[in-house]
Every structure is written in structure tokens, then in C-alpha cells.
Nanobody, 125 residues
Framework: EVQLDESGGGLVQAGGSLRLSCATS????????IGWFRQAPGKEREGVGC????????YFEDSVSGRFTISSDNARNTVYLQMNSLKPEDTAVYYC??????????????????WGLGTQVTVSS
């Protein structure tokens, strides 16, 4: 059974950093696209970035370019989202999601079949 479990969220001041982890089970990284998404209150879920064996790492949001970094540790079956220079507008619940159907990364959240429960990130000004 595929399971995703996010951790690492919390409260941080603007300019600070957090590293989110997405621990997976039941997934072979070569077969899945794994994305990071976020959803702020009252807003639609948006794609942050994705990693897949077909096209590597893709960042969907210009606002995170240069600040957020996605990486993976295949031995630990874990994908990471390193977030630096955090801003109050980064405040959201962050989710990781996996798709066996996607061969290439996509920012369309509805294309991902499996989701974690999310982890809250709050950035204070």
C-alpha cells in the first residue's frame, strides 16, 4: 500500500528556514512522480514542485525559485523540500503527493493519486 507522511512543518519567522520531509512506503521512485503542493486558507491548492525519474526536478512557482529546493534520498524512500528565506505568503499546509500515472511532473494536483495528510507551515512577519 502506498503511504506518504509529511513532517517538518512549524512556526518560523520571516527569513527563516524549514526542511519538510515526505516519507514514503510502497513506492519505487523510478515509477512515480512525487510532487509538493501547498494550500493556504481560502485559496486553491497549488503546485510547488515535483521530482520524477523522467524529467528530474521541476519547480512550478516562480515565487519559490531560488528559495525552495527539492531533493530525494532513495535509500530512505524520502523526498525533501528545503525552504529558505521564508515569507509570510508561504504560510500554508504543505502536502506531498505521488502519481504512478504521470511520467513527467505536473502542477495539476488532481493528477496525483496518493496524498499525505499535510504539515502546517506558518511564517510570521
Amino acid at each position: 500500500e502506498v503511504q506518504l507522511d509529511e513532517s517538518g512543518g512549524g512556526l518560523v519567522q520571516a527569513g527563516g528556514s524549514l526542511r519538510l520531509s515526505c516519507a514514503t512506503s510502497g513506492i519505487t521512485f523510478d515509477d512515480y512522480a512525487i510532487g509538493w503542493f501547498r494550500q493556504a486558507p481560502g485559496k486553491e491548492r497549488e503546485g510547488v514542485g515535483c521530482i520524477s525519474s523522467s524529467d528530474g526536478i521541476t519547480y512550478f512557482e516562480d515565487s519559490v525559485s531560488g528559495r525552495f529546493t527539492i531533493s530525494s534520498d532513495n535509500a530512505r524512500n524520502t523526498v525533501y523540500l528545503q525552504m529558505n528565506s521564508l515569507k509570510p505568503e508561504d504560510t500554508a499546509v504543505y502536502y506531498c503527493a505521488a502519481s504512478i500515472m504521470l511520467k513527467y511532473c505536473s502542477a495539476k494536483y488532481y493528477l496525483y493519486e496518493r496524498w499525505g495528510l499535510g504539515t502546517q507551515v506558518t511564517v510570521s512577519s
